[in-house]
Each structure stands twice: as C-alpha cells, then as structure tokens.
Nanobody
Framework: QVQLAESGGGSVRAGGSLRLSCAAS????????MAWFRQAPGKEREEVAT???????EYADSVKGRFTIAKDNAQNTLILQMRSLAPEDTAMYYC??????????????WGQGTQVTVSS
C-alpha cells in the first residue's frame, strides 16, 4: 500500500522560507516521477514542480528561482525547498507520485497535504 505523508508546512512572514517533505512508504522515490501541487481556497489545484524518472525538473513560472524540488533517496523522501515566500504562495501543498494519464491531475498517488500560510 502506497502512502505519501507531507510535513513541514506552517505560517511564515513574506520573504521567509519553508522546507516541505513528503515521506513515501510502499513506493521507491529514487526512479519515480513525482510532483508538488498546491491549491489555494477557491482555486484549482496547480502543479508547482515536478521531478522525472531521470531527474529532469520543471517548475511553474510563478515559483521559478524561488522553489527547489529534490529527492532524498536515503530517506525515500521528496523535498520542496521554498524561499522568498509571498502571500500568493499561501495554499495547501500536496505531494503526488506515479504519472497516470487517466488519474486526477495526472498522478495516481496523493498525500493529504500540508498547509502553507504566508503573511505580508
């Protein structure tokens, strides 16, 4: 049974940093296609960053230069380092794994989310 558990969310002031983690069980992150999504109240879930099977990385334009996605293979964990946070980054952040064209937002497995709140 695959489980993804996010942690690291919280409340910060604008300009601050947070480091989100997504611990995977029943699933090996090393060669997996994984992603971070976020969803703000009243908005659709959006893809923030992806890291492919071969390490290829993509970011949403809104977070380029501020967010970094990475894998900690030793801990079987997906990381999202967020810097220079702004109020518009406020959202529930979700970890996703295993690309699936017919699945919700294109991924089969999802975590429960971790809340990030940025105040001005």
């Amino acid at each position: 049974q695959v489980q993804l558990a996010e942690s690291g969310g919280g409340s910060v002031r604008a300009g601050g940093s947070l480091r989100l983690s997504c611990a995977a069980s029943g699933y090996i992150v090393t060669s997996a296609h994984m992603a971070w999504f976020r969803q703000a109240p009243g908005k659709e879930r959006e893809e923030v960053a992806t890291i492919g099977n071969y390490g290829n990385i993509e970011y949403a334009d809104s977070v380029k230069g501020r967010f970094t996605i990475a894998k900690d293979n030793a801990q079987n964990t997906l990381i999202l380092q967020m810097r220079s946070l702004a109020p518009e980054d406020t959202a529930m952040y979700y970890c996703a794994a295993n690309r699936c064209l017919l699945c919700t937002n294109g991924y089969r497995y999802w975590g429960q989310g971790t809340q990030v709140t940025v105040s001005s």
